[in-house]
């Protein structure tokens, strides 16, 4: 696995972000073989509703070779749950990620 410096920042400085929040439960950064250059950033928001019912909104944010994020979702459309099987969660203390 290889990651650009900018990436790496991106992804740390989301994570700690997501991190001060008290309503995300859960988060991973996710790598796909077939699409090395955009790591995904997966977290978990829950809320109550007005109903005093819980949900639950899963944001995948994409993060290019420019540390630059998009939502994954509004950039690939429909195929990204397709393509979303594919990426499995990773350690960032993984010791074959590369940064360059």
Do not use: W
């Not at 400085?13 to 008290?22: A, F, K, M, V």
């Not at 109903?51 to 993060?63: A, E, F, H, S």
């Amino acid at each position: 696995m290889i990651f650009t410096i900018a990436q790496m920042t991106k992804i740390q400085n989301i994570l700690l972000s997501l991190d001060e929040r008290r309503n995300v439960k859960e988060f991973d950064v996710m790598y796909n073989p077939l699409m090395p250059k955009e790591p995904i950033v997966r977290y978990k928001s829950v809320y109550t509703g007005e109903d005093g019912g819980v949900g639950i909104d899963i944001y995948y944010i994409c993060v290019d070779e420019k540390g630059n994020e998009k939502d994954c979702v509004t950039s690939f459309g429909d195929s990204f749950y397709l393509m979303l099987k594919d990426y499995t969660p990773i350690s960032l203390s993984n010791p074959n990620i590369q940064l360059i």
